[in-house]
């Protein structure tokens, strides 16, 4: 038998019901929050962009680097000009096939044709691995090839004429580019970095608000479910308060009788119509936000039915006086089933 009354435990339960909410609400409001990036991109700096001449580079072609750049005499044969020797290699496995076939009838083309393929055919991958490996360094290398040729006479002499008929062009671009930053460093940037660090102050406070709040509530409920013990863990969730409050407020059930009928198969399959009202309680408590968010950023004292509410309810729970705070969930409308303790600011 409950120390409590049917009365008391109705209140409690709708307590629960109550601090629930908010604190589901409140956690999905803190994961939002947090989540937030400031919506407007920075301003974009100015580049100066100057007008470069066109002028041809000229790098030494493959053979040549590869011919001066040889670790050995053989490498040095390898990569004359035009690849003399690797023509060669290309075409002879033609010309021993034609031989081996005109000399097939006799045992030297049967020993011709044993014996020279597998040397061919080691020559002609050897020299391709050599081939194949200088073609990769000489790839990297072409930027310092490049680099060498900028620096070199020819280049040099050949981008001062191309860029004499730029140089007026270049000075207006010049002009631009810096009236453009100037106007980037003393006006946008600086206004920039003020929005931002408003909006970062104003979100840093709905967060420091919201989870002040949050603790509150719930160490409230942890006090409410430790002091007097009627509603146990399993039936703690959001969606069964809902359900047992409303049971109890409109029935001469006490809080044994609506756990009872809750554990009853059909009552059971009824919580999942209970979850349209509990949707609406998440997004009435999520709206409230909205006038606490705009007094925040206003500087203005907050003030909320909604944390009014909350706030009579944690000290009803701090003094035990379950009667007076269920008075006050009373006077909330029950036609959504606890949806409408949003705030009216």
């Known amino acids: 038998m409950s120390k409590y009354s049917k009365e008391e435990q109705t209140n409690i339960t709708g307590m629960a019901a109550e601090l629930q ?8 409001e803190l994961g939002r929050l947090e989540s937030l990036k400031y919506p407007t991109p920075p301003p ?6 100057l007008i ?12 040549d680097w590869a011919r001066e750049n040889a670790d050995n005499k053989l490498e040095q044969v390898l990569f004359k000009k035009k690849f003399l020797l690797a023509n060669i290699l290309t075409v002879s496995p ?17 020993y011709i044709g044993f014996l020279f393929y597998p040397c061919l055919l080691i020559s002609i991958l050897m020299n391709t691995i050599v081939i194949h490996g200088k073609k990769v360094k000489y790839q990297k290398s072409k930027d310092e090839l490049v680099e060498e040729y900028k620096q070199g006479e020819e280049y ?11 140089e007026p062009q270049n000075e207006a671009i010049k002009t631009q580019y810096l009236s453009e930053k100037e106007k980037y460093d003393n006006e946008l940037l600086p206004e920039y970095q003020k929005s931002l660090m408003v909006w970062k102050d104003n979100n840093d406070n709905k967060i420091a608000f919201v989870k002040t709040d949050l603790n509150k509530n719930v160490e409230a409920l942890d006090t409410l479910y430790k002091t007097t ?14 359900w047992l409050y409303e049971d109890m407020s409109t ?12 554990n009853n198969k059909e009552i059971k399959e009824e919580l999942v119509h209970i979850q ?13 936000f909205v006038g606490i968010y705009d007094a925040i950023q206003q500087g203005n004292e907050i003030q909320s039915d909604m944390l009014s509410n909350l706030e009579s309810i944690r000290s009803g729970i701090r003094a035990g006086n379950y009667m007076e705070a269920g008075s006050l969930i009373q006077n909330h409308k029950r036609n959504k089933m606890l949806a409408d303790i949003q705030s009216k600011m």
């Open 52 to 63: 470069e001449p066109q002028v041809p580079v000229k790098i030494k072609p493959f053979g």
């Open 44 to 49: 974009n700096e100015p580049v100066l962009s």
């Open 276 to 288: 349209d009202h509990v949707d609406d309680m998440r997004r009435d408590l999520r709206d409230g």
């Open 21 to 28: 909410a908010a604190i589901n609400a409140e956690k999905e």
């Open 229 to 242: 013990q009627i509603i146990p863990s399993t039936y703690r969730t959001l969606d069964r308060l809902v």
């Open 251 to 262: 029935s001469e059930h006490d809080i044994e009788r609506s756990i009872d009928l809750l």
């Open 156 to 166: 040099q002499n050949a981008f001062a004429e191309a860029s004499k008929p730029l």
């Open 94 to 110: 033609i010309a021993v096939v034609i031989l081996t076939f005109a000399l097939i009838q006799t045992e030297i083309g049967y």
